[in-house]
């Protein structure tokens, strides 16, 4: 028999089953979503589980047996780094001890503990408390401290005896102390550059302020010794021998364990080194705009190249194995396998074997950014500079794939998005277009359009300088070549800060701000595809307003949606604590203009928004979107933060969302990630009528993903959702229980193919009982469905779970309690040139439930090939048990996933006779572990080694946790 244990990551449907209007799902993190709270402290310590990767990551160690730990500098809520290995992320450096601490761009590996390089800072809140051995946990006022600190192996802080970390922390190795400054130009200008590990477990510390390498004792933190040098060191690696390498804070000179100077050929500057000791080379990560790993030999001398930049070749920024793009380190293990980390505003961590295929990857994409579809392919979806392909019939959080990065920094310098991170995709005409915004007051607005002889690149064409403290002008890139060149820029006479700008579908621009709003046209596109904008025009406040905040405009409608203040409603004074006066959020009221350009327009609706905040603790709505035929705000709570959706009818302006449902991340109202941005959620309807509504997610380096259709009437899916192939083999069985509120079931089905699973087809849609037989299925295949409970004004609830079955392939096959002769449901068998067999002799009619696979082979070589669809993503323990008799039948058992393993074993002679009496199963034999990145088929293959029949009594699949 086979079975499977599967051990799956699902949203959690009992937080919103009486409500399944929407999903939650998420974009950009490969590690499974974190529940947490935006909060630091020890108090909120306890309530966070940390499980997503990091935003960014600045320093990368890779030890022999293949573990990983990566640091960087800065983490929206305290993940500044961790440790990783096989792609799972096995734990997170426990770093919120107190406020004003964090990372550095250095972190090392021992056999017991990780070093990362550390900063602390005297914080208000902590001064005069405590940590667990008694000592004050922040430094005295005004001072800041650099050094190392040291982690286990699971992440928690490891003290050490004797050094008490300037008095204050006993797990932190202070090198360097001074006054206290900017947190942010503190850690980046920390003096601790480098640390490696050798194989006596000591640690060398590269001291860039100081000019030397420190050594001293991993275990108890001892100095063992001093080098002073007459260079600042940056990077250090050990060989296999115990020699140092050195690379100059430059990054451009590099010395080897003789002393012997390496000058980096072409310009090249090191982003990180390491010691391959599969190649006894040592490896440098290149920087910009090499976007390589180097190969030097032990002498310095150059042994060659790896992998390519990821913006070179025919489609530059597509993805790919061994195509980087600005690395930040780089590691190797003992089997030979590259460890690279990179840093494309986001991180990722990758592994490629020798070959050059990629083995795994870990990323955490976004930070302070925005997605939005392509609004003629929902499928395409775009960040600043991730091109993101989203297929919708996958779980939550598996989705979504990279395509490419479509921003080049040093071909296109002057792409906008390089600092200002928020936008929208826009398509006008043929052009699609992603534009720029900052976080809080724009500062300046760009707009950059997809190449297609660029590749995945978009380049820039325009930008509207928007900053008080400059002059305002507006570029745009008259010669077509991406580049601001002489005579491209023209004043822009606004006479207003402008708070909030945006692109419509028509090409215009519309911005707006406490002294007024403005309008500027396109009024063509040239032949190279760039925008040529007319001047300004000023949009007097329409009534009641007084102040607008935001400007919606609905180009195919002559809509437009307005927010801000009234009379009624006023604007608080400037500087006020009240969170109405910030720059980033709405004003109290929201109203719709019909026939915006029109001498007839007129004011169809107005309301005040539901969350109207009076303090610094109140909720508050943060910003809105507009799609299809409703409008959509987005909030939270500043002091108690607890981010929120609500839906309104574009037609009536009356909501679709209530207090008891608000569309919420997970179902939860305590994920504490804020809205943070001036525009903070992106929404798209669908053909179907389902919306996309996109939320930027800063705390755990994603993007959420809601699916919402209007309507509070949908019912939640149906339980006990059953599927069983029929008793005649020939059809298969559906049941469920009764959903509350459900007039009838929608029945969905796919069917798996020669290149995987088809696409979901609706067979029935509208089915009032609570069961129904499937005759529709061809004989010998497999067939998943999911239910959908349908209302009586037919709106649709939520997908059930996924349920699989398989019919009959021909007469004489028969099917087990689990499946084809104990095969999962789903799974497909096919026999190539042997015979598939079952029982003690021929096919019989009445084969035992707890049927054993029996293969007959022809001649040697013959293989059965068992395929096993969809496995969910993660590792996979394979265990396998044999039926044994005397002889010598022998064959080879590949069980083969993104990452291959392959035993061989006796598995004995099937003798005559009753199975039971000459039969004895072996224990379980625990196969080497399979890796599926993502939900992908699993394919088993029993090869014979003679010609004689062999028995195979159990193969299970267990998660490797």
Request: charged fraction near 20%; proline fraction near 7%.
């Amino acid at each position: 028999m086979l079975a499977i244990a599967s051990a799956l990551l699902l949203v959690n449907t009992e937080a919103w089953a009486d409500w399944p209007a929407y999903s939650t799902s998420w974009i950009g993190n490969d590690l499974p979503y974190s529940d947490g709270l935006y909060a630091h402290g020890s108090s909120s310590q306890d309530r966070r589980e940390q499980g997503s990767f990091p935003q960014a990551v600045q320093g990368l160690a890779v030890r022999a047996d293949g573990l990983c730990a990566v640091s960087s500098r800065w983490g929206e809520v305290g993940i500044i780094g961790g440790l990783a290995r096989g792609g799972d992320w096995i734990a997170t450096f426990n770093t919120w001890g107190a406020r004003g601490d964090g990372s550095g761009a250095a972190v090392a590996l021992g056999s017991r503990f990780a070093y990362v390089a550390w900063h602390q800072s005297d914080y208000d809140g902590w001064r005069g408390r405590t940590n667990g051995n008694g000592l004050p946990i922040v430094p005295p006022t005004g001072r800041h401290y650099f050094g190392v600190r040291r982690f286990s192996l699971n992440g928690q802080v490891a003290p050490w005896i004797g050094v008490n970390g300037g008095g204050f922390d006993s797990a932190f190795l202070v090198i360097a102390e001074t006054e206290k400054r900017d947190a942010e130009n503190d850690s980046a200008a920390h003096p601790v550059r480098g640390l490696t590990v050798d194989g006596q477990d000591r640690l060398h510390i590269a001291d860039a302020e100081g000019k030397r390498i420190l050594t001293v004792d991993g275990l108890s933190m001892a100095v063992a010794g001093e080098r002073k040098l007459d260079f600042a060191p940056e990077f250090l690696a050990c060989d296999s021998r115990g020699g140092l390498w050195i690379a100059e804070a430059s990054g451009r000179h590099l010395f080897t364990p003789a002393g012997q100077r390496v000058v980096l050929p072409d310009g090249a500057r090191a982003a990180g080194m390491s010691w391959n000791p599969a190649r006894g080379e040592l490896f440098v990560a290149l920087g910009a705009p090499h976007h390589q790993v180097l190969r030097l030999r032990a002498d310095g001398t150059v042994a060659g190249r790896l992998g390519r930049s990821l913006f070179d070749g025919p489609v530059r920024g597509a993805e790919g194995p061994m195509r980087f793009a600005h690395l930040t380190g780089v590691g190797a293990d003992a089997a030979g396998r590259l460890y690279t980390t990179e840093e494309i505003h986001g991180a990722r961590l990758r592994c490629h074997d020798g070959t050059g295929r990629e083995r795994w990857a870990l990323r955490g994409l976004e930070f302070c950014d925005l997605a939005a579809p392509d609004p003629a392919d929902d499928h395409e979806v775009y960040t600043r500079d991730t091109h993101y392909r989203l297929d919708y019939s996958k779980p939550a959080g598996q989705q979504w794939s990279v395509v490419g990065n479509t921003l080049d920094a040093e071909r296109y310098p002057d792409d906008s998005r390089r600092w200002l991170t928020f936008g929208d995709t826009v398509r006008v005409g043929p052009q699609l277009l992603r534009t720029s915004h900052g976080m809080g007051p724009p500062g300046g607005f760009g707009i950059a359009r997809h190449r297609p002889d660029q590749g995945e690149l978009f380049v820039p064409v325009a930008h509207f300088e928007l900053d008080d403290r400059k002059p305002k002008t507006l570029w745009t890139d008259l010669d077509g070549d991406g580049q601001r060149g002489r005579d491209e820029t023209a004043p822009l006479p606004i006479g207003f800060s402008v708070w909030a700008a945006r692109l419509d579908s028509q090409g215009t621009v519309w911005l707006c701000g406490p002294g007024g709003a403005a309008r500027i046209p396109v009024t063509r596109w040239d032949e190279r595809g760039v925008p040529r904008f007319a001047a300004p025009e000023t949009v007097p406040f329409p009534e009641p307003f007084t102040f607008v905040n935001r400007l919606e405009y609905v180009a195919e409608w002559d809509v437009m949606v307005v927010n801000g203040f009234t009379a009624e409603h006023p604007r608080p004074p400037h500087g006020a604590r009240n969170t109405w006066g910030n720059h980033k959020n709405l004003g109290p009221v929201i109203a719709r203009y019909d026939d915006w350009s029109k001498p007839s327009r007129r004011l169809r609706w107005q309301f005040v928004t539901a969350s109207y905040a009076t303090d610094w603790n109140s909720e508050y709505t943060h910003s809105l979107a507009v799609a299809g035929e409703h409008l959509f705000t987005c909030g939270n709570g500043m002091g108690q933060a607890s981010p929120w959706i609500r839906a309104y009818d574009l037609a009536t302006g009356r909501e679709d969302t209530d207090d008891d449902r608000r569309i919420l991340p997970f179902g939860r109202k305590d994920y504490g990630i804020i809205f943070d941005a001036t525009y903070s959620i992106a929404a798209h309807r669908r053909s179907d009528g389902e919306y996309l509504i996109f939320a930027e997610e800063n705390g755990h380096a994603k993007q959420f993903l809601y699916r919402w259709r209007p309507g509070r009437t949908a019912p939640p899916a149906p339980r006990g959702f059953d599927v069983r192939t029929a008793a005649n083999g020939r059809s298969v069985r559906l049941s469920w229980k009764e959903a509350p509120g459900a007039a009838s079931y929608q029945i969905e089905r796919g069917l798996l193919g020669p290149d995987g699973w088809g696409p979901w087809t609706v067979v029935v849609a509208r089915n009032t009982a609570t069961g129904w037989d499937d005759v529709g299925v061809p004989p010998g295949s497999s067939a998943r469905y999911r239910l959908r409970a349908r209302a009586a004004d037919g709106s649709l609830g939520s997908e059930s779970v996924e349920r699989y079955a398989r019919t009959l392939a021909w007469e004489g096959e028969h099917l087990a309690a689990a499946g084809l002769l104990g095969v999962p449901p789903g799974a497909s068998v096919t026999a190539w040139r042997g015979h598939w067999l079952s029982g003690p002799g021929p096919l019989s009619d009445n084969p035992p439930n707890d049927e054993a696979l029996r293969f007959k082979p022809n001649a040697a070589g013959d293989t059965l090939t068992i395929t096993l669809p969809n496995i969910p993503a993660g590792q996979w323990r394979v265990l396998a048990q044999f039926a044994c008799a005397k002889g010598l039948g022998r064959c080879r058992l590949a069980v083969e996933g993104q990452d291959a393993s392959v035993i061989t074993e006796d598995l004995g002679v099937v003798v005559d006779g009753p199975y039971a009496s000459h039969l004895n199963a072996r224990p379980l034999r625990e196969l080497p572990v399979v890796t599926l990145r993502a939900a992908a088929p699993l394919v088993l293959r029993l090869t014979a080694l003679d010609a004689r029949p062999v028995v195979l009594d159990s193969v299970r699949l267990e998660p490797a946790l």
